[in-house]
């Protein structure tokens, strides 16, 4: 299945495996953070690229001490009226630092999808039988957020501070 990044289809390169599963030698893998939490030793010492996923009822501060060494973190959405992962997205960029790949899985809704994007997440997973076009589409919908993020778009506020100081 094909992963989207910045609305361009991307060939998915990470491999999720099960708890009970083998652990692939050379390919990037995401394991759960209960597999995380069990194995954490042996996976810190591991070659490949190793990522965790997250449910949503998992906050990020458990693998904090750990995100040097991980290059992916997989958040879950499980339903849309469910937004924590929008935090823990922030709280990964802002507050922990990560500089690693934030993926969404899940319910990734097209509706969403630049809210994601716009608070540090990088790829998603969409849901199985989507149109993949549609998100793509989605962002292009919006040019002005009055939030301000990391993502570098200045707010109405500043630019309206810009346009005054360029006119005095």
């Given at each position: 299945m094909a992963i989207l990044r910045?609305?361009?289809?991307?060939?998915?390169?990470?491999?999720?495996?099960?708890?009970?599963?083998?652990?692939?030698?050379?390919?990037?893998?995401?394991?759960?953070?209960e597999r995380w939490q069990a194995e954490r030793e042996?996976?810190?010492?591991?070659?490949a690229a190793i990522g965790v996923s997250l449910k949503s009822d998992q906050s990020p501060l458990l693998i904090a001490e750990d995100l040097d060494r991980l290059s992916l973190v997989a958040l879950e959405f499980p339903k849309f009226t469910d937004g924590r992962a929008f935090s823990y997205a922030r709280l990964l960029r802002d507050r922990l630092a990560f500089t690693g790949e934030i993926?969404?899985?899940?319910?990734?809704?097209r509706d969403q999808y630049v809210f994601m994007l716009r608070c540090g997440i990088d790829t998603i997973e969409p849901p199985a039988g989507k149109r993949i076009e549609?998100?793509?589409?989605?962002l292009k919908e919006f040019s002005v957020f009055y939030q301000p993020t990391d993502d570098?778009?200045?707010?109405?506020?500043q630019l309206r501070h810009r346009k005054a100081a360029v006119a005095a």
């Open positions: 910045n609305g361009v289809p991307q060939p998915n390169e990470w491999v999720r495996v099960a708890d009970d599963q083998p652990l692939p030698e050379t390919e990037k893998a995401i394991v759960s953070l042996s996976l810190r010492q591991r070659n993926r969404a899985f899940g319910q990734v809704l549609g998100y793509a589409e989605a570098g778009r200045a707010t109405p506020l």
